[in-house]
């Protein structure tokens, strides 16, 4: 599976950025996918994850209720959408995906990865 993240860019806080990944390689509906992200200086943390079906979605708190996956599997694509965005999100986000039915919150719970996309966010 290759996946490749993009729509990252530079944005004032409380604006809006929607990035996506591109999957390939795999039939997309055969794979839970998510979203973590990575700030200068910190280890890489968990944001949000869809299940295959799409039905179930799960968020870290820090994000919750301004951030939303979705997922297109005719396009392949998986979807973030960033709302209210904040001064501490500024981060390089990064796509995941793993053929385990699980949701998991931790890096080693998926297979594959994309290269990530930089997000900015100016106060």
């Known amino acids: 599976v290759q996946l490749q993240a993009s729509g990252g860019g530079l944005v004032q806080a409380e604006g809006s950025l929607r990035l996506s990944c591109a999957a390939t390689?795999?039939?997309?509906?055969?794979?839970?996918a998510g979203w973590f992200r990575q700030a200068p200086g910190k280890e890489r943390e968990f944001v949000g994850v869809?299940?295959?079906?799409?039905?179930?979605?799960v968020y870290a708190d820090s994000v919750k209720g301004r951030f939303t996956i979705s997922r297109d599997d005719a396009k392949n694509l998986l979807i973030l959408q960033m709302n209210s965005l904040k001064p501490t999100d500024t981060a390089k986000y990064f796509c995941?995906?793993?053929?385990?039915?699980?949701?998991?919150?931790?890096?080693?719970?998926?297979?594959?990865w994309g290269q990530g996309t930089l997000v900015t966010v100016s106060s």
């Open positions: 995941a995906a793993t053929h385990r039915n699980s949701a998991s919150r931790t890096t080693s719970g998926y297979e594959w």
């Open positions: 390689g795999r039939t997309f509906s055969d794979l839970t």
């Open positions: 869809i299940s295959k079906n799409g039905v179930t979605t």
